[in-house]
Every structure is written in structure tokens, then in C-alpha cells.
């Protein structure tokens, strides 16, 4: 994915520091919003993955700091949960004035309460995502219990959560209770996906299923198994991300997939920048790359890759033909392939001393009862397979333009 640093104003003229996460080609067909957990930020690995996965399923999304958290501007212990939903609020006015207006709103934890009452504020949503969010705000008081009785003498308290210290004030807490779950889940005029794990020791499963049973349809539910509350788990972050993406194409309006037109058997196409490549081969369609360490993206084989392909699934296609006609017991036909490069041994015979002889390497494990004979016999037609004819002539290749 390609990420741009961006910011914005909330509704008191705080700056919010955020990252705009986009498609490979920088052309987002939708866009979405992240919400983060209580205390966290946009950086947690989790919110990373969920949005790197959905950049690759065509999505835009935005992740940003909270009032006082992160890199924002803002004061944590001036902020509130009224304001963390003003928040989302401006972040979806900033990408309707800049990009377009978002239709997927994502949160997590107490991130996840604050988008469903931010979704219906928000004209363009279409879909709602909720990752181990809290059936009501007031939730979240367990995490500051500790001070409870300084919050309510003093007006505040310091109180330590994940570690970090926070100030907590009486403002804070009141404002929480506020906010009417049950009414804003009945009326949330969006599709809902609740995600939440079993296994969730902060916010236990039972919130989910409160909130699956005050939605009305269309409502969806996803069992993160394993799973803890901060997805601490890379693999988990991606599932959900993935399954979060699968469920929007669903509900929100996209553009369909711009097909390339070929004229001829086989088209490449690849776009400003990068090695992406799009790849339409007679009614089959895919990706080439190259891999990141050499500035892909790594989102497809490589042309070699795809060469060793040909080679390879000709192969096993040609000793399957022979073995079928001449009856043969064979279970399974596996090709293995590399390819190498080596310097030429008859460099004398060469102009450049530094010239290379490309290599294939390529091994056989068939299954079957098959005898020595018959094994020795296939190794041979291997060799007759029409790509290694092909690829052992002296292949010429012609090149002009196309409406040259």
C-alpha cells in the first residue's frame, strides 16, 4: 500500500495528525475510516494490518490520533467520548472536501462505540465495522477504577493503563454516561459487522452479543476465536481485515474492476509507478510483481517466476498425456523448478568475459507403481514437453507498436 502523511481539524481547531493508506495505484475505490482503542493510537500494529489488507481489496482508509493521543494536538485529560465521535466526524468532512466521502467506518474497543454513534452523523456511510467494541461507553470505567474515588473527590486522577499514565476527569466519565447505546444501534441506518473474540478478557463476548441483538438487519457477526483483545496476533489483525473487506464489498458502492481489453492472446499492463502488473491471459486474469526487497510489492510471481510456471505445468501436462495412453498407474505428477544463473565456462569462446548462461533446474516426483523403466521412460518425455522445445530453439521474438 502507498501512505501519506495528512492532517486535520476537529471541531475546537485541534490538529489531528493522521496517515492516509491507499491502494498500490493510489486509486481508492472507497473510503474508510479507522477508529483506534481507548488510550491507543493509529500506529498499533492491528490497525496497520486491518488497513493494509483492506488498501489491497481497493479500499482508502484513514487512520488518525484522537484529541491528545499520538501525534495529535489536544489535551488527553480535556478530551472526552462526545469528542472522540466529533473526531470521526471531522475526519469524514476532511475526506469528503480532499478525496471523496467515506462509506466504511471501522472501530476498535471504545473506538468501535464511537463509530456507531458517529455512523448516522455521517451521510455517506454505508457499512459499519465494530472489533471488540463495548456494548456501552461506560464500559470502559473498569480500566479506571483505581481512582474512582480520586476522580469523584478530586475532579480527576492519574490513572495507569497499559502501563502509560492518563488523567481521567470527572468531566470524562460523566460524559460516558451520556450516551444511549441501544437507541443509536437500533437506529443505525448502515450495515453492521460485529467481530469479537471469545476470549476477550477486557471486553467480554457477551457485549457483542448485546449489541447484535439491539441491530436490526442487515447485521453480521464473526467469531474471532483465539483472539485477544488487541489482536496482539499479526495473523488475527489480517483475518480481520480480511474478512472486514470480503463483508463491504458487499454493502458498499464501488466501481467495478476496470477490465483490460486485450487484442491479442495475452496483455500486460502496469501503471505510473511501481512493478505491479496486471496480467490478462486468454479468460484468466492476475497479477506480476517483483518482490519488495527489489521495490515491488510482492503481490504477484515474478516474470521468471512465470516462466518456470510455464515450464513446469507443460511438463507435468505432457507426462500425464503419455502415461494416460499408455495406461500407466500414475497417482500424482510433481515439477520442482529453479532458475540460476552461471558464469559461462567457454568464456573464451565469448565476446564479454563476464557473460552468464541461464539454467533450469528442474526435478520430477511422480507417484505411482511404476518400474525403473517406465521412470526412466518419463524422464525422457519430459524433455518433449512443447514449452522446453520452445524455450531450447532459437527463439525469435518480433516487437512493434501496436498501432504503429
Known sequence: MSTQKVSFKNNVGHLLDARLDLPIDQHAKAYAIIAHCFTCNKTLTAIHQISAALTTNGFGVLRFDFTGLGESEGTFSDSHFSGNVQDLIAAAAFLKQDYKAPALLIGHSLGGAAVLFAANAIESIQAVATIAAPSHPTHVQHLVKSGIDEINEKGEAVVEIGGRPFTITKQFLNDLQNHDMGVTVKNLDAALLILHSPQDTTVSIDNAAELYLAAIHPKSFVSLDGADHLLSNKEDSKYVGDVIATWAKRYVSMPANVELKPVKKVMVQIGQSGFTSQVQAGDHYFLADEPIKVGGNNL?????????????????????????????????????????????????????????????????????????????????????????????????????????
Open 300 to 404: 504477484g510471481p515474478t516474470p521468471y517466476d512465470f516462466l518456470l510456471t510455464a515450464l513446469g505445468s507443460c511438463t507435468a501436462m505432457t507426462i500425464r498425456m503419455y502415461a494416460d495412453r499408455k495406461k500407466w498407474s500414475v497417482d500424482e505428477i510433481n515439477v520442482h523448478l529453479e532458475h540460476r544463473q552461471e558464469h559461462a565456462l567457454d568464456s573464451h569462446q565469448c565476446e564479454d568475459p563476464h557473460a552468464k548462461i541461464d539454467h533450469i533446474d528442474r526435478w520430477l516426483d511422480v507417484k505411482g507403481a511404476l518400474d525403473e523403466t517406465q521412470l526412466a521412460r518419463l524422464l525422457e518425455i519430459a524433455d518433449k514437453c512443447p514449452v522446453h522445445k520452445t524455450l531450447q530453439t532459437k527463439l525469435q521474438i518480433n516487437t512493434s507498436y501496436l498501432n504503429g
